[in-house]
C-alpha cells in the first residue's frame, strides 16, 4: 500500500473519499464538503452495490474535466475496472470475505487511481 494511501486510512478516509482527495491534490485543490460528501459512496453506497473506488473516480474524472469525463473517460474508467477486477460491485468484489476490503481494497484503490492519472494525463 503506498504511502498516501496509508496515511489517509490512518486518518479515517473510506475509499471513495481518498480517490477524491488524492484527486483534489492533484488538481491543487482543497474541498473537505466534497470529501466529506464522499463517504456517501463507501463500500458501494453503504449497500454492496457500485464500488465508491469506481463511483469516486468517475466524480473525480467529471471534476478534473466534465467534457473529456463524458466523451470517452468515464466509460474507458468503468471497462478497465470491471476487465482488471472482475465486477463492479462491492459485495462481488469482496466475495464475502471482509478480510478483502483490508487487502484487495488498497491495491484496487491504487491501481484505479494510476487508471486515472493516465486518463487525465497527468504525471505519476
Known amino acids: 500500500m503506498n504511502e498516501e494511501i496509508l496515511d489517509l486510512k490512518l486518518k479515517g478516509y473510506c475509499c471513495s473519499q481518498m480517490i477524491m482527495e488524492m ?4 488538481l491543487g ?7 466529506a460528501a464522499m463517504a ?3 463500500d458501494g453506497m453503504w ?6 473506488i469506481l463511483s469516486a473516480g468517475i466524480c473525480l474524472l467529471y471534476l478534473a474535466d466534465p467534457k473529456e469525463a463524458s466523451m470517452n473517460n468515464v466509460e474507458e474508467l468503468t471497462e478497465w475496472f470491471e476487465d482488471a477486477f ?5 459485495v462481488d468484489l469482496m466475495d464475502g470475505n471482509p478480510l478483502n476490503k483490508v487487502e ?6 491504487e491501481a ?3 487508471k486515472i492519472a493516465e486518463l487525465l494525463e497527468w504525471d505519476e
Open 86 to 90: 472482475e465486477y463492479t460491485d462491492c
Open 29 to 35: 485543490k482543497e474541498n473537505e464538503d466534497l470529501v
Open 112 to 114: 484505479t487511481f494510476q
Open 47 to 52: 449497500s454492496g452495490r457500485i464500488c465508491g
Open 40 to 42: 456517501g459512496l463507501c
Open 104 to 109: 484487495k481494497c488498497p491495491m484496487m484503490l
Open 23 to 26: 484527486g483534489l491534490r492533484r
